[in-house]
């Protein structure tokens, strides 16, 4: 490609990737829940009718990326191209189409072209509630997915003329927040008119021959450097694995073939069980990018690209593929076992890399009227060969903004007070280098609650590499009036708060890497100093 013509793709890929950032900020500043209002929790892309990833917004997760493009295949396949018309959007949840679990929505607004769909918006939230056991989809004892909540295949939910009414009264009657839910939902549908509209204009300035021809080019540029970071890998079978806290494995073998084809095949890892660990393949295939991305070059640009030389095997019916009825919401555990697990295959030959603490999830919600607080803390990361973890960092979230909503917010909208939430000393594991620390987060009831929770790696906590300690587990707390405290199970589930309890949620510390006897003593007197030993 001529010089002119690279210089054309990249300023398309830039005001398309300003297209999709401007619709994750149109959904934020339209949501109506407190958790996508301050947490900025919202993912928006732009595909082509073949379903690949063109843009991202830069708040959108690699898993949240992989849904996306995962689940426009299913909405083709329900609503064909031919029967689309201009106006039309689109929605689903459903986690084996390429969904995550109930409450995420994903809304999809096809782009005409000379009559013809040939582009998709999506956007993506975490909706308030939609059924399910549970408030906000934390239904951690649900034994199939319709205990999750409601579930819903591509469905047309709105038209040139506007939303099918008849449709969202029937979302709204499935919720315990039925106005933050249809909010959420116009949010969603703002954000993906607001990227459409964009498109369009995008398309009118450089036609769309020119539109085609630098999404075309940027894509291969992208693939090529893909290929080339993957080049670089060990030539061979690489294994690994991971074992979630209820003792299921994720197994992977990774195979470079040195010439920048990767297969990353989780042939062996255990079935899929009657409990909200399993992963849906959209999930799981996010959680191999993210793992995989961190071995090539951290500029690359997230796109079609960066998929195109990774083939992923997901057996169904396992941990990483799960089908129906097997439910699919509390899936972050096996995804980020799945990272973990190909972290050990492609550093095995270095000794690998110690584990991290990952997100624990929970919410809170009010036992005499309907309100509702949906959170997560986020553990230490692992150490590295050269490298002490950092802290509460969520190292294994996939990208994204830091969704976690402040304290002030959380105290003006809802009947609680945030008492503390501070850095746990002593909670990496020790080694030359140590891990990252976890967190404390302590929430007191102004009003009666109920809380559940969604946790993994603090029966089994987060182990170290290379004659590393594991970090210290974390795990969630009743904090009686009195102060007296007593644990709640890592997936309780609507489980009593009394107005004066609190609820402390503590993360996982990382795992240390190397002998603690190594460490720099100008290290430890600096650990010391800064308060990071108990």
């Given at each position: ?353 110690a584990a991290s603490g990952i997100l624990q999830a929970f919410s809170i919600s009010g036992a005499r009227r309907p309100w509702l607080h949906m959170s997560f803390d986020l553990g230490g990361t692992g150490a590295r060969a050269d490298h002490d973890g950092a802290d509460a960092t969520g190292a294994l979230f996939g ?125 430890v007197r600096r650990d010391r100093a800064e308060g990071r030993t108990a």
């Amino acid at each position: 490609m001529a010089p002119e013509n690279d210089l054309t793709a990249e300023i398309l890929r830039n005001a398309l990737c300003v297209a999709a950032e401007e619709a994750s900020i149109v959904v934020v500043r339209s949501a109506y829940s407190t958790f996508i209002v301050e947490g900025a929790d919202a993912a928006a892309a732009i595909l082509d009718a073949d379903g690949r990833l063109v843009a991202h917004s830069l708040s959108t997760a690699l898993i949240q990326c992989a849904s996306l493009r995962s689940a426009l295949p299913h909405v083709l396949k329900a609503h064909p191209a031919a029967a689309m018309r201009p106006g039309d959007v689109f929605v689903l949840n459903d986690v084996y189409q390429g969904g995550i679990h109930a409450n995420d929505l994903l809304v999809f607004r096809p782009v005409f072209v000379d009559g013809a769909p040939a582009y998709f918006t999506g956007t993506l939230i975490h909706v308030a509630d939609l059924s399910g056991l549970s408030a906000g989809g934390m239904a951690s004892d649900a034994t199939d997915v319709y205990l999750e909540g409601l579930q819903l295949p591509p469905v047309r939910v709105a038209t040139a003329a506007g939303l099918v009414d008849d449709l969202v009264r029937v979302l709204a009657a499935n919720s315990r927040t039925p106005d933050k839910l249809v909010g959420d939902l116009r949010a969603l549908i703002a954000g993906a008119n607001v990227a459409a509209r964009r498109l369009e204009e995008i398309i009118a300035e450089h036609t769309p021959a020119g539109l085609a021809r630098g999404v075309a080019g940027y894509l291969a540029h992208t693939e090529r450097r893909m290929r080339a970071g993957l080049a670089a890998l060990p030539a061979g079978t690489h294994r690994g694995e991971y074992t979630l806290d209820d003792g299921h494995t994720v197994r992977v073998a990774v195979t470079a073939d040195g010439a920048g084809a990767l297969v990353v095949d989780f042939d062996g890892t255990d079935e899929q069980v009657p409990l909200p660990v399993n992963s849906g393949f959209s999930q799981t295939h996010g959680g191999v990018m993210y793992a995989v991305r961190c071995f090539v070059d951290p500029d690359l640009p997230m796109n079609e690209g960066c998929f195109a030389p990774v083939e992923v095997r997901m057996p169904p019916g396992t941990l990483v593929h799960c089908t129906p009825p097997f439910p699919g919401g509390g899936r972050f555990g096996t995804v980020a076992a799945a990272e973990e697990a190909i972290f050990a295959a492609l550093t095995e030959a270095g000794g690998g890399v110690a584990a991290s603490g990952i997100l624990q999830a929970f919410s809170i919600s009010g036992a005499r009227r309907p309100w509702l607080h949906m959170s997560f803390d986020l553990g230490g990361t692992g150490a590295r060969a050269d490298h002490d973890g950092a802290d509460a960092t969520g190292a294994l979230f996939g990208g994204g903004r830091n969704i976690i909503p402040q304290a002030e917010p959380i105290e003006a909208r809802l009947p609680v007070r945030v008492e503390e939430v501070a850095l746990i000393p002593g909670s990496g594991g020790a080694g030359r280098h140590r891990g990252g620390l976890g967190t404390r987060t302590v929430i007191r009831m102004l009003e009666d609650a109920r809380v559940d929770t969604r946790g993994d790696r603090l029966h089994r906590p987060p182990p170290g590499a290379a004659g590393g300690a594991p970090g210290r587990a974390g795990g969630y707390h009743r904090q009686r009036a009195d102060g007296t405290r007593e644990p709640l199970g890592s997936k309780a589930t609507r489980q009593p708060l009394a107005v004066g309890e609190a609820l402390v949620v503590e993360t996982s510390g990382g795992g240390g890497y190397g002998d603690p006897a190594d460490r720099d003593p100008a290290a430890v007197r600096r650990d010391r100093a800064e308060g990071r030993t108990a």
